[in-house]
């Protein structure tokens, strides 16, 4: 098994994948409502972190949404989502560019939002990478700044059986796992809703809400084809 647990978010397989993903499965109902609802002003300064193949980042330029950074840490994603934009024709609509999300060199106070879309912040390598990532977060909000995310979830999700038997990876955390896909194995981490919780509190967030995707919408098949459940978060810098 690779070790190297950020190869596969440089792979171009992978990032054709999630390209495909930004055209064909677009924003997911969930996420535009509660996008919408965190962020009514379209003006607001949003920085997107982990945009994959640009599938939010496209979503909210559609949606009307005039001040975005579209991020990810691999060049891999960043040149696949400059394509996927250009070829909507939205070229000129956000920024797009290299961010790792644990260390941002953006200033402090600096942005009205932070989205770090469908389980991105479970991709990280490992536990001191995400508590790095949300300290940058906090870090680069402005008092009243909004933090929107996904996780999913390993007490809530379809694979319930199989983390109730499964003891934790040697050196890793409870969660942490290799998974398969269609192009490289993928490592990320299954939360509990306790756990992440517990994580933006330490961090200083105030939390708003936390639903489960199923909660807020119904998807439909691609979306559920493309992802499965997840829950949301949204947390505020007081
Ligand atoms: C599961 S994908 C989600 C992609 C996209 N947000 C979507 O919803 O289709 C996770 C993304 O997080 C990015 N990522 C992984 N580690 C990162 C880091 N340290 N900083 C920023 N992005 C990272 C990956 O490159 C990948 O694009």
Known sequence: MAEDRQAHWLNPQTALNYARAAVQVGLWASEKILINQTFPDRTAKILELGCGGGRVGLGLAKDGYTNLTITDFSPVMVDITQGV???????????????????????????????????????????ADRLEALAEIYRILKPGGKFLFTANDREKGEHVDLWKNVSALPGCQKGDRWHETDSTPVFMHSSTESETRQELLNAGFKIIQSPLRSEVALENSNVKNFAGETRFYIAERP
């Open 85 to 127: 934009f250009a070829e909507a024709g939205v070229a000129q609509s956000a920024t797009i560019e290299v961010a790792n999300a644990c260390r941002l060199a953006y200033p402090d106070k600096s942005w009205d939002g932070v989205v770090f879309a469908f389980n991105g912040l479970m991709c990280l390598r490992c536990h």
